[in-house]
């Protein structure tokens, strides 16, 4: 395996690592620089300081450098804030060493903040769902077996999941500020253990499917309908990709923005801007019309755009609280919108890619 790329260090206190297992695992509190070394590729050195903030103080790990292989956030104290600004992290999906295909996870943590992350994808986009699922089933960033966390200031580009909170990941989590594109599968899956998740002020902008809350067949899951998935100031464009053969045959199509289990979280949507352009996937019939209808709880102020040819298809239910638009109005409208978000938000990278007029 090749070693990753070291993280800057500031010369500060010695380190305190506590050796357990296969990890250094810390505690950040007594800590000026910490160390995490892991099997399956190593966050190898980050720098943390205090900043007052009122009366506590926010304790910041800083990671920097090029990463290559998985970078693991473990065990870290409650609360923990970790910044990448000066980091890059190279998802390597075309890799068969499988060595970097989770980049970038927090784990057996707690209320952790991650902020200004910037994740490279290279996901084939011209190969089908089911030709990837085995080898790519995936995610670019991930809470993983942890109590909640928040995302804030990010960019994905060219993942299978671009974000999940998985494995029974408990407690409250929230994505703000996330700007994703061509991620090949769910944009934020939720699966397993179907958290209380905030989504609000993103833009995701071309991807195959939407918000994923849905087990596998067969799987006994508890009623998560008092836990929420609250979607806020989110722009979501799918956008056509190769389907899953098997079922679709080789044409390029996307699935909805929700795949829902009818125990999973209740829902609520406000103020959001879906745009799509394709209706083959079974995922619009009786998931969208009815689990759909059944867990949306809050629903307000919202835009659903037909970017397709012809009139609005007559086959898609409308929730409450959208107001639809089609034809050209529709495109202006999503181009409009994206581009406000990108002036405003200004995240790394380069602007996203505009359906054609």
């Known amino acids: 395996m090749p070693a990753p790329a070291r993280i800057g260090l500031k010369a500060e206190p010695p380190m305190v690592p506590i050796m357990q297992g296969t990890c250094a695992k810390f505690a950040l509190p007594t800590v000026a620089a910490a160390m995490l070394s892991c099997s399956a590729g190593r966050l190898r050195e980050a720098e943390s300081e205090h900043r007052p903030r009122g009366e506590d103080s926010e304790q910041v790990l800083r990671v920097t450098g090029e990463h290559r292989t998985r970078v693991l956030l473990q065990d870290l104290k409650p609360g923990a804030v970790v910044d990448c600004t000066s980091a890059k992290f190279y998802l390597g999906l075309t890799d068969a060493s499988r060595e970097n295909n989770y980049i970038l996870q927090v784990r057996a943590s707690r209320d952790t903040t991650v902020r200004n992350v910037d994740i490279i994808g290279d996901i084939p986009l011209d190969k089908?769902?089911?030709?990837?699922?085995?080898?790519?089933?995936?995610?670019?960033?991930?809470?993983?077996?942890?109590?909640?966390?928040?995302l804030e200031d990010a960019r994905i580009t060219?993942?299978?999941?671009?974000?999940?909170?998985?494995?029974?990941?408990?407690?409250?989590?929230?994505?703000?500020?996330?700007?994703?594109?061509?991620?090949?599968?769910?944009?934020?899956?939720?699966?397993?253990?179907?958290?209380?998740?905030?989504?609000?002020?993103?833009?995701?902008?071309?991807?195959y499917s939407g918000y994923s809350c849905r087990q596998g067949a067969?799987?006994?899951?508890?009623?998560?309908?008092?836990?929420?998935?609250?979607?806020?100031?989110?722009?979501?464009?799918?956008?056509?990709?190769?389907?899953?053969?098997?079922?679709y045959g080789t044409r390029a199509m996307h699935s909805s923005f929700v795949k829902l289990h009818r125990n999973c979280q209740s829902l609520e949507i406000t103020d959001n801007v879906w745009a799509f352009e394709n209706t083959d996937s079974t995922t619009w019939g009786s998931n969208w019309k009815d689990v759909f209808k059944e867990k949306l709880r809050v629903s307000e102020r919202n835009l659903l755009l037909w970017l397709g040819e012809g009139p609005f298809p007559e086959s898609v239910w409308v929730p409450p609280g959208f107001t639809t638009l089609d034809g050209q109005p529709a495109r202006d409208e999503w181009n409009r919108r994206r581009d406000e978000w990108l002036r405003r938000v200004r995240p790394t990278g380069g602007q996203g890619e505009a359906p054609s007029n």
């Not at 089908?128 to 928040?150: E, L, M, V």
């Not at 958290?195 to 902008?205: G, R």
């Open 128 to 150: 089908s769902w089911d030709a990837q699922y085995q080898d790519n089933n995936s995610a670019a960033f991930a809470f993983i077996d942890s109590h909640g966390g928040t």
């Open 158 to 207: 060219r993942s299978w999941d671009a974000l999940r909170a998985a494995r029974d990941s408990e407690g409250h989590y929230e994505f703000r500020r996330v700007y994703a594109t061509q991620w090949r599968d769910d944009v934020i899956e939720t699966d397993s253990g179907y958290p209380d998740v905030l989504i609000e002020d993103c833009l995701f902008d071309g991807g």
């Open 218 to 247: 067969g799987v006994d899951v508890p009623d998560a309908s008092a836990r929420w998935l609250r979607s806020r100031k989110v722009l979501m464009r799918l956008t056509p990709l190769p389907g899953n053969e098997q079922k």
